[in-house]
């Protein structure tokens, strides 16, 4: 699974093998203990470093070539230096590292994808920016894998706007891309002016569209859990106009309204009943 963590691959070989992760852990010497949450509970987004042997021994064990492992596995060979310090030379060994702090944002992978690919309902988990997390082919969030006790994914069944713009993501990317633009950083700022929005919607006096969509993606009602869920709701729910907001910085006539309304050469918050939030793009 292209984007997998190291540790993820690790429990599906496991899991051929009829074992469990933690009993094929003991191929390697471990440097440090494996990341939990404050309540105990282990990370979901735990990585492991190996080192030259590490890799080796993972390879054998799968039956796949090192060089295919590298391109598939984000974390292989990463932080070399810093597990190869520690033991015996030529003693297989790894080390235990949050995901996010060895390459990026992590996330739960589509069961349903995981097992057109792999033949059965494994937990796949992997690293995805927040601009890849919406399966077309499932309508379906990923959600982020650091955080304990949240779901694996959200359905989006009844919001097929999200499931669109993810479509038209792709598009936004390309002309970031022709304008000489990292589509990252262009999404980091939408997303940073929609979070705004969504903190002064506390309330939701007058807005309806997310909570029909954060409703939806709760299952139908989000009730007594309603701020827990506007917490894990929240990039799922947002999405449609994290993409439209990024879409439209890329519109001069817009990138001046946008300009204007955040105080031009006095920056300020971008008002959610500015010039720019009121326009309509042809």
Known sequence: MSGETTWSFVSRVAGCYGLDADALAGRWRWVNHRP???????RADAETVLDTAGRQ??????GVEEEVLARALPSWGREEDEVAGWGTAGMPRGMWRVGGAVVGPVAFGCRLCAARRTGGPVRVVRYAARWERVCVRHTRW??????????????????????????RWAGVARRAVRAGVDPGEVFGVAWAVVCRWWESALLWERE??????????????????????????RDAVTFPEVVAVADALFDPAMAERLWRDSGAERPRMLPADGVFCRSRRP
């Open 57 to 62: 021994v993972l390879a054998q064990l799968c």
């Open 36 to 42: 939990r949450h404050g309540s105990g509970a282990r």
């Open 142 to 167: 990923s959600s982020d894998a650091d955080a304990d006790g949240v779901p694996e994914h959200l359905e989006l069944h009844e919001v097929p706007e999200a499931v669109r713009a993810q479509r």
């Open 208 to 233: 309806e569209v997310w909570p029909r969509r954060l409703h939806a993606v709760a299952g139908g009602d989000a009730g007594g859990d309603f701020e827990w869920w506007r917490v894990v709701g």
